[in-house]
């Protein structure tokens, strides 16, 4: 009889310690998912340099974008999450703990000026030089001057394997015609030179030769 109930009492705390257990794991699972999964709406929070990791889980959970600020930090150490990255981030309540964690140590912060231009594939340059004026800093005219400066030209030759002497063939108008890769390209505000527009365009075609 003792034996039994001594049993009993091990199957008792066996079965507690199970369901414990199984409580505490789905308990975590919930903790770490998104706060409202409709709410797609922007919350933009700052990250300062030198800003502890409790902090930066207290603010999240203060923000409404994590539920527990505790487990976030559970997660973040279970996972060897430690590069959380100081920056200004666009965030929303749609996202999980863990794809906010994956942004905030990813660093690859939000900019409001950021701006996006799409080139189509059959633009010609005087279509791009367009779009470059529209979208920038830059004039039209000054992309044209750009696209056939021998020195520019003579730098792009020895930096990509694809272009030669022969695009400063004087029948060809405009020498970079056919070289910019048609693509959707994200540049970080209006003051974006054009070189550096040329230069995105130009690894894209690299990149797909």
């Known amino acids: 009889m003792r034996l039994k109930r001594i049993w009993k009492v091990v199957i008792g705390i066996v079965l507690t310690i199970v369901i414990v257990v199984i409580l505490g794991i789905s308990f975590y699972k919930y903790e770490l998912t998104a706060v409202d999964k409709s709410n797609k709406t922007d919350v933009i929070i700052t990250i300062e340099s030198g800003t502890s990791t409790k902090d930066i889980a207290k603010n999240l959970e203060n923000a409404g974008l994590i539920r527990n600020d505790k487990v976030f930090m559970v997660y973040l150490k279970l996972n060897n999450v430690t590069n959380l990255q100081a920056s200004t981030y666009k965030l929303n309540r749609s996202m999980s703990a863990k794809e906010i964690a994956k942004i905030i ?24 030089a367009t779009l470059i004026s529209k979208n920038t800093n830059n004039s039209y005219d000054d992309v044209l001057k750009k696209v056939n400066d021998s020195k520019y030209l003579d730098s792009l030759i020895q930096k990509y394997w694809f272009l030669d002497t022969s695009i400063k063939n004087s029948k060809i108008y405009y020498k970079l015609e056919g070289y910019l890769f048609p693509d959707t390209y994200i540049f970080s505000g209006k003051d974006v030179t054009i070189e550096e527009i040329f230069e995105k365009m130009l690894n894209k075609m690299d990149i797909v030769l």
């Open 105 to 128: 140590s990813s660093g690859k912060g939000y900019n409001p000026n950021e701006i996006t231009i799409t080139f189509k594939e059959g633009n010609n340059i005087r279509e791009i």
